[in-house]
């Protein structure tokens, strides 16, 4: 095996975050009518989940430290396994909260996953100076997202919605064959300098650093706002067939963003990535108005869908540029900047969850949301030079 494995370990590393992420909100409504539960209690589960990741992400380095990069890897790959395994088992015994256990699980994998998979894919020796890996890893969660919905919805109608345990156990197969594949694959000494990085406080003491955390955390809100509602907004609030909704909602969202990321991954141009980023984000405020204000169900779902294109590029492309503005960062940059997101992971959905239960209308929770994508475009002006 060689470092091209350990690309591919991460690659899938991220499929694994994609299933543990984008199962659960597929099965919002389900949840609803099965555990007889409201849209604000369904929220909590986005809650919980990324809010689990936001500790994971301050604790991975610690973790690291102790057992190394390795068994941190598959620590993480083995709480993926778990967490998509008892998805299935707990709700059967424990009802609402079974569900919530087992995300919890699943969610803190993905948060140690998601620091350690930068960290480890920006370390490996680069063949080429063609290609940006930090994209081409984050286009693999959204191939993996939409990998996700598409095979979901096909097994949903194929095997019914009561099926769905057998669904989560089917998706708990690549964790478990990521947390073996990391057994075996090489890894680059973290030992150099140059993922380690600089200190918490050596960061904190640069202005820009709060700026890049500030995008970050307007990035995720931007991203997971509508990545999370999407389907039930598809079911409920357009009343659209959810096989349907589901394709033409998150899932052709997903392939949005798969295709730009993929782009941006492979192309090696050198693009002005502040001022795409910026203009990505505009373009995102546009699209969430289209979602949210047009008459037409079939072109809101396609304003769902697109706002895939304009926000692929935020959370690879700050996190590209952060590594540009401060190049010592290392796994600490990493780790921090992931925390930022996962804050905006958490609180965006949660956003959409209050106003929407305070005014009874998802509609009016995603127009909110849109406030996450304007604030990305504000403070792209304040964060230094283009990166690539």
Request: hydrophobic share 50%; with cysteine.
């Amino acid at each position: 095996m060689d470092h091209r494995d350990t690309a591919n370990a991460c690659y899938l590393c991220y499929v694994s975050q994609a299933a543990v992420n984008n199962l659960p909100p597929l099965l919002f409504a389900t949840f609803q009518r099965q555990f007889h539960v409201d849209i604000f209690h369904v929220g909590l589960l986005v809650m919980l989940n990324f809010g689990t990741q936001l500790l994971a992400n301050l604790a991975t380095g610690r973790i690291s430290q102790k057992i190394g990069y390795r068994r941190s890897i598959v620590l993480s790959a083995w709480c993926s396994t778990l967490g998509l395994l008892l998805l299935g088992l707990l709700p059967r015994w424990f009802g609402f909260s079974g569900v919530m256990a087992a995300l919890l699980i699943g969610a803190f994998g993905c948060g140690v996953g998601d620091v350690l998979g930068s960290a480890i894919i920006q370390a490996l020796p680069r063949t080429s100076g063609k290609g940006n890996p930090m994209a081409l890893l984050h286009s693999a969660y959204c191939w993996g997202m939409a990998l996700v919905i598409g095979l979901s919805s096909l097994l949903f109608h194929l095997l019914g919605l009561d099926a769905w345990p057998v669904v989560a156990w089917f998706w708990a197969l690549f964790p478990l064959c990521d947390a073996f594949l990391f057994l075996r694959v090489p890894m680059v000494s973290m030992e150099d300098g140059r993922t380690d990085g600089t200190s918490l406080r050596s960061l904190f003491s640069h202005p820009v650093f709060w700026v890049l955390g500030g995008m970050m955390f307007c990035a995720a809100g931007s991203e997971i706002s509508m990545n999370q509602w999407a389907s039930l907004f598809a079911e409920q609030g357009l009343g659209v067939d959810k096989a349907v909704g589901d394709l033409l909602g998150p899932c052709l969202f997903a392939l949005c963003m798969a295709v730009v990321r993929t782009w941006y991954g492979v192309s090696g141009a050198r693009i002005p990535l502040r001022r795409v980023l910026g203009f990505s984000a505009l373009v995102a405020v546009l699209l969430y108005g289209v979602a949210v204000f047009s008459p037409n169900r079939f072109v809101a779902l396609l304003g769902c869908a697109f706002t895939g294109f304009a926000v692929a590029l935020l959370w690879p492309g700050t996190l590209s540029l952060s590594a540009t503005v401060l190049p010592h960062g290392g796994t600490m940059l990493f780790g921090t900047l992931a925390f930022f997101g996962n804050i905006g992971s958490t609180l965006g959905p949660q956003v959409v969850s209050l106003a929407s239960s305070a005014s009874g209308d998802l509609k009016r929770g995603l127009l909110l949301a849109g406030l996450f994508p304007l604030g990305m475009a504000i403070l792209t002006a304040f964060s230094g030079s283009d990166g690539s």
